[in-house]
């Protein structure tokens, strides 16, 4: 069983940084890709980013790339979204999800994605 627990959401203004961080439970979390997505209200579930097991990897959405960066910290169990320049359209929930791949981190659906955390609500203000 892995338990994913996001956290470092809140409001912030438009420009400004925050990061996002996700602490997994469970052996399984150093040898698969994990990634993140985000759900805004009246909206589907869309693909941020992607890292792969080893974190050499990263996968972006075309609507983030530039602004954020996906990392993460096998020691720590932890895998983290860094964004910066943010937009009224970043508000949304930004949930972390362990994917069943180990090799691959051009995973962008979320069927390939197992496990999910309960989400964090990031505001942007203008």
């Known amino acids: 069983q892995v338990q994913l627990v996001e956290s470092g959401g809140g409001l912030v203004q438009a420009g400004g940084s925050l990061r996002l961080s996700c602490a997994a439970s469970?052996?399984?979390?150093?040898?698969?890709?994990m990634g993140w997505f985000r759900q805004a209200p009246g909206k589907e579930r869309e693909f941020v980013a992607a890292i792969n097991w080893s974190g050499d990897n990263r996968y972006y959405a075309d609507s983030v790339k530039g602004r954020f960066t996906i990392s993460r910290d096998n020691a720590k169990n932890t895998v983290y979204l860094q964004m910066n320049s943010r937009n009224a359209e970043d508000t949304a929930v930004y949930y972390c999800?362990?994917?069943?791949?180990?090799?691959?981190?051009?995973?962008?659906?979320?069927?390939?994605?197992?496990?999910w955390g309960q989400g964090t609500q990031v505001t942007v203000s203008s």
């Open positions: 469970g052996r399984t979390f150093s040898s698969v890709a």
């Open positions: 999800a362990k994917s069943r791949d180990a090799n691959s981190y051009y995973l962008s659906r979320p069927g390939e994605y197992d496990y």
